[in-house]
C-alpha cells in the first residue's frame, strides 16, 4: 500500500473506490459508460495521466466479463452478427485516427453529443424508428462508419454504438453482449498502447489493480439488476444513461 499511497492520500483512494464501484454498478446493468464515469471522476480530483492508468484495468477485465457472460459461442455469434459494424467500424476509425489534427475535438464532441441527446429526449418522448424489414446491411454499415469516423478522431464511439443497438430493439442480454464485444477489443487496444506509453507501469498498475476490486463488485451487482428488469425498462434506463453520457460530450465541447 505504500506504493499507492505514494501516488494518491488515503482520503483521494477512499473516493476514487466508491466512483469504480458507481461504473461497476452502471456497466453492470447497461453495459456502458464505465470509462465516462472513471475518466470523468477520477480526473476532478487526479493528474489525467493517473485517472488514465486507473481505468485501464476495470475496462478490460469488466468487458471480458460482459462479452462472454453467455459464454464464448454466444460472444462469437453476436459478433457474426454485427460483424459489419465492428468491421467498418474499425477500418474508418484507423483512418480517421490520421486526421486528428484537422477537426478539433471539441467540435467532434458537440457533432456526437448532440444528436445521441436528440435522440434519447425523443426516444424517450415516445418517438420510435420504425423500420418495415428491420435493420439493414447497408443502414448498419453506414452508422457503423460513422461510429468509426468519430470515434478514430475523438476517442469516443461508443454513444453511436448504444444509439444504433437501442434503435433496432436489441434483445438486452444480446446488447449487453455486443457491448461486451466491442468495448473488449479497443480495451485491448488500449491497455497495449499504454503499457508501451508508459502510463500504465508497476505503480499504476497497482492502483489501477485496487479500483478493479469495488468495480467488480459494483458491476456484479449492476448485473443482479439487469437481471431483474424487463426489456422495457432497460431500454429507458439505457437510454436515460446514454444521455448522461450524451450531455458529457457536449460539456466537454462548450466548457472544458
Known amino acids: 500500500m505504500d506504493v499507492i499511497f505514494s501516488l494518491v492520500s488515503p482520503g483521494a483512494l477512499a473516493l476514487a473506490l466508491s466512483i469504480a464501484a458507481l461504473a461497476g454498478l452502471i456497466k453492470g446493468m447497461v453495459g456502458f459508460a464505465m470509462p465516462m464515469i472513471l475518466i470523468s471522476g477520477l480526473g476532478s480530483f487526479l493528474p489525467p495521466e493517473l485517472a488514465l492508468a486507473g481505468l485501464i484495468l476495470p475496462t478490460l477485465v469488466t468487458n471480458a466479463i460482459q462479452a462472454l457472460r453467455g459464454g464464448a459461442g454466444a460472444a462469437l455469434k453476436s459478433l457474426k452478427r454485427f460483424g459489419l459494424f465492428l468491421g467498418i467500424g474499425l477500418v474508418f476509425l484507423l483512418m480517421s485516427s490520421q486526421l486528428v489534427r484537422i477537426l478539433p475535438v471539441p467540435v467532434l464532441l458537440a457533432l456526437i453529443g448532440g444528436p445521441v441527446a436528440l435522440f434519447c429526449v425523443m426516444q424517450l418522448a415516445g418517438w420510435r ?24 478522431m475523438s476517442g469516443v464511439w461508443g454513444p453511436p454504438l448504444v444509439a444504433y443497438l437501442t434503435a433496432i430493439d436489441t434483445e438486452k442480454r444480446e446488447q449487453i453482449r455486443v457491448q461486451g464485444v466491442a468495448y473488449g477489443l479497443g480495451a485491448v487496444a488500449l491497455t497495449g498502447a499504454h503499457v508501451v506509453s508508459g502510463v500504465l507501469n508497476t505503480e499504476t498498475v497497482r492502483f489501477s489493480a485496487l479500483l478493479l476490486v469495488p468495480a467488480l463488485a459494483g458491476m456484479w451487482l449492476g448485473m443482479k439488476v439487469h437481471d431483474r428488469i424487463d426489456q422495457a425498462v432497460f431500454r429507458k434506463i439505457t437510454l436515460w444513461v446514454l444521455l448522461i453520457a450524451a450531455l458529457n460530450l457536449l460539456r466537454r465541447a462548450f466548457f472544458a
Open 129 to 152: 424508428p420504425h423500420l418495415p424489414n428491420g435493420p439493414s446491411r447497408a443502414l448498419e454499415a453506414v452508422i457503423g462508419a460513422v461510429a468509426g469516423f468519430i470515434g478514430g
